[in-house]
């Protein structure tokens, strides 16, 4: 019976088929233009989560306070509050798993006929489990070295590729500002920060070393921030309020006075701008579902056109024996049908275009089986739905009424 009738649907189909080709248009671009943009969308949602997953996880930024003189204030790092000290303190407070002091700054590194001004971070061993950033080749640093000074690095992946090409940077020895040192090991590619800075460009040594023999130091173990990180994520806002409370106490900052410090929550920023692009993926795919209303409707007008058209026909099948539930189902599969072939069509363009932005714009995009299976089923939904008032509306004609329309 069912096979009956979807023969009996493709034949009246077929005999307008560029009728039937436009009503399939609207599911088309419809269900293309949700496969495309979610694919966007999610290409850049997990592109978020990526940085954010190679910035480190559960993470607080400590940074000194400012300087003011003749009313002039510098900003966040302009004065040396902070001290090695004070993160050793902060490191036995309940929830903190690590902290790591840091004194970052900027170097022209010479390796033999190169040369190249990089990022230099003076810290500790600390640091590479907060930022999870492991060393692929050699070995890290270690409490000996920083309590030592000794002049050894670890190098980023750029920082490597321009002052060593494709040689094996490990073992060899660098000058900064002068002095000798040796390269311990490589570490892992980090890619672009959130802020677009290359977080490669970059050599580690040990927080002594900078302070002592590269940068100096104003004040004996100042640093300019710390590096926190929390055991878990849910505890960020206790250990935050311990650090605070902490910090005052240390520096003797009465009740009602500016801190000397500010503390940053990088996760709730991550967070923030992951939500954002989740946000936006969805509202793409939101704009993009308006298209298979469009199609919908455009189905919905159509069939009542072939009702009307067919009144006839569907006088002589009623005559003949057919019943309402028949002719529903008859009218309804045509719906279907349209609905479902263009979503099919639909589907591969998405596909292809989805593809084809990834080629020519190199920006990633993910075709996840989810979005696929939900533009389906979203179609065949809008089919059923538009085509339901149409076949009700042919299934509940009068027999004699519609024998006798011209």
């Not at 890619?191 to 900078?210: K, N």
């Not at 009623?318 to 539930?325: F, L, N, P, T, Y």
């Amino acid at each position: 019976m069912i096979f009956a009738m979807l023969g009996e649907a493709w034949r009246a189909m077929g005999a307008n088929r560029l009728r039937t080709l436009l009503t399939m248009l609207g599911m088309v671009i419809g269900v293309g233009a949700v496969v495309l943009m979610m694919s966007i969308g999610q290409g850049a949602q997990y592109a978020i989560k990526q940085t954010i997953a190679a910035m480190g996880s559960n993470l607080f930024i400590l940074l000194s306070g400012h300087t003011s003189s003749g009313g002039v204030r510098s900003g966040s790092g302009g004065a040396q509050t902070l001290t090695v000290s004070d993160a050793e303190a902060i490191a036995e407070l309940p929830g903190v798993q690590t902290a790591a002091p840091i004194h970052p700054g900027n170097a022209q590194v010479v390796y033999g006929p190169n040369n190249w001004n990089t990022s230099l971070i003076g810290t500790t061993p600390g640091y590479f489990d907060a930022r999870s950033w492991p060393v692929i080749s050699g070995s890290a640093f270690t409490n000996s070295d920083v309590r030592s000074a000794t002049r050894v690095a670890l190098i980023g992946e750029t920082a490597a590729q321009n002052l060593f090409g494709d040689e094996d940077p490990v073992g060899k020895t660098i000058r900064i500002r002068q002095s000798p040192f040796v390269i311990l090991g490589a570490l892992a590619a980090k890619g672009q920060s959130m802020d677009g800075r290359d977080q490669d460009d970059t050599l580690i040594i040990p927080l002594t070393t900078a302070q002592r023999q590269v940068f100096g130091a104003q004040f004996p173990g100042s640093v300019r921030m710390v590096m926190v990180q929390t055991a878990t994520q849910e505890i960020m806002p206790m250990v935050e309020k311990s650090m605070t409370e902490l910090l005052r106490q240390r520096h003797r900052i009465r009740e009602g006075m500016e801190s000397d410090f500010f503390l940053r929550n990088l996760t709730a920023v991550a967070d923030s701008a992951e939500e954002s692009t989740r946000v936006m993926s969805l509202l793409l795919g939101a704009i993009a579902s308006v298209s298979l209303l469009v199609g919908g409707i455009g189905i919905m007008n159509i069939m009542l056109v072939s009702v009307t058209e067919r009144t006839r026909e569907i006088g002589i099948r009623m005559a003949i024996g057919a019943r309402e539930r028949d002719i529903l189902l008859q009218f309804l599969l045509e719906a279907i049908i349209i609905s479902l072939g263009g979503c099919f069509i639909g589907l591969l363009l998405g596909i292809g275009g989805a593809l084809l932005v990834e080629m020519l714009t190199g920006m990633l995009v993910i075709i996840s089986a989810s979005s696929a299976i939900v533009a389906f089923g979203v179609a065949a939904a809008v089919g059923v739905f538009f085509g339901f008032y149409p076949a009700r509306k042919a299934a509940q004609l009068d027999p004699i009424e519609a024998l006798r329309y011209q």
